[in-house]
């Protein structure tokens, strides 16, 4: 069971383009927006759409696939650790992440010809 502890396994979209810093001592970071949605009908018989944004965050080699292979619409399987972190913004006022540390990335788009 420990493998399994704090993991999540999401499929959506990127919701803009990755955004790529570069730190000292060579450490990267790629963050991006992935948008993942379900649907049911209510009780009206109306279809209704949820969709949830979940903030991604990738560390090290992984950098350049998401540097170099994705885009805003991109469709991505991922699975990463659940991460919470919180900050002071410029008027004094706690702010509150939840992020989710990329582990494995698989793209879900298909080749063309």
Known sequence: MNTIKNQIQLIGHLGADPEVKQFEGGKTKASFTMATSDSYVNQKGEKIQNTQWHNIIVWGPQTKIVENYLKKGSEVAIQGKLTYRNYDDKEGNKKYLTE??????????????
């Open 100 to 113: 989710i540390i990329l582990s494995e990335i698989l793209l879900m788009e298909k080749k063309s010809n």
